[in-house]
């Protein structure tokens, strides 16, 4: 049987039982997930995962399942969830980890932080990354010794009318991805542009690629391109699903940069998101990003709904 917990975690509050979810916690996890979503947000709609989209993406690799993620129930009833993350040389807690809002005040999501931290003592990693949304979650993490070192934005935007397709900066074409030939070149600008951002972390072209176009909700015809000449300056990568469109990534390479590309990338990703039937679009933003990308998604016309407060600990061997 495959072990359910790290060794070194400790219990769990009385009444709760903690065990490794199955792809047949999806809809449950969604449903959690949800409930969290109408409590602490603004938005009208929510763009976190479907039932089936969440077990399709579990079943990937469902493997980590049984050794990187825990469901948290009382009374047979999924009250919170977690799951741990690779990233680069550190661990991070999912987003989407959280503590349904009925359940709250029983040490449920000190819990979770306590088996994430010990996932990440038990693989040999220095640091933990949490994100939290309220004041709650801050004032857990910081009983615990974390500390707040960044802030990330969620923006979000409704398309009521088709968006115009915007005419690129002069010198620039703007055109739909062409798997396999684009590859190299916008696998090659996207770590470039990318690469001064706060903790970036490179990955190899193919682990790049695989985790963006085996995603459910991946379709090639929404990606956009922009090039100079015939090399790759920058990109839009959208994703739709149900009507709701998300910016995975919007990247712009530094020698292009300062002259209307990266907005014009933008919009033209809304047109092709609207042309699929996504009409309400988000994304996420360090909100202390250099290149000013707040900026230019405010005059997008995208606005915070969320506000992500990132914190972290240095752990002991």
């Keep these: 049987m495959a072990r359910l917990l790290a060794d070194s975690a400790p219990e769990p509050p009385a009444g709760v039982v903690v065990r490794a979810p199955t792809l047949d916690d ?58 741990a993350q690779r990233e680069g040389d550190m661990a991070n807690l999912a987003d989407e980890s959280c503590v349904h809002p009925d359940f709250r005040g029983r040490g449920i999501g000190s819990h979770l932080v306590a088996l994430a931290e010990a996932w990440a003592r038990e ?19 910081e009983s615990r010794g974390f500390e707040n070192v960044r802030f990330f934005w969620r923006m979000v935007t409704e398309l009521h009318d088709e968006p115009a397709r915007p005419e690129p900066p002069p010198g620039f074409a703007i055109r739909r991805y062409r798997p396999g030939e684009d590859d190299v070149g916008l696998h090659a600008m996207h770590q470039e542009a990318f690469a001064g951002h706060w903790e970036f972390v490179p990955h190899p072209l193919q682990q790049w690629l695989e985790w963006r176009t085996e995603r459910s909700d991946y379709d090639p015809e929404l990606w956009q391109v922009a090039l100079a000449e015939d090399e790759i300056a920058g990109a839009a990568l959208c994703f739709g699903a149900r009507g709701l469109g998300w910016v995975l990534d919007l990247a712009v390479g530094p020698r292009f940069r300062k002259c209307g590309l990266g907005l014009a990338l933008l919009r033209a ?16 933003v360090d909100s202390e990003n250099e290149t000013g990308a707040t900026r230019l998604y405010e005059r997008a016309g995208m606005r915070v709904t969320r506000r992500y407060a990132t914190f972290e600990k240095r752990l002991e061997a």
Excluded at 131 to 138: A, K, L, N, P
Excluded at 271 to 283: A, I, K, N, S
């Design 26 to 83: 999806a809809p449950a996890v969604a449903v959690l997930i949800d409930a969290r979503n109408q409590a602490d947000f603004e938005e009208a709609r929510s763009i976190e995962f479907s039932a089936d989209e969440l077990r399709a993406l579990w079943a990937g690799h469902p493997e980590r399942l049984a050794t990187d993620a825990w469901v948290a129930l009382i009374g047979g009833e999924t009250v919170g969830w977690g799951q």
């Design 123 to 141: 693989r040999g990693f220095g640091r933990l990354l949490v994100h939290v949304v309220t004041d709650e979650g801050r004032r857990l993490l």
């Design 269 to 284: 990703g809304f047109h092709e998101l609207w042309r699929h039937g996504h009409t309400f679009v988000g994304l996420e």
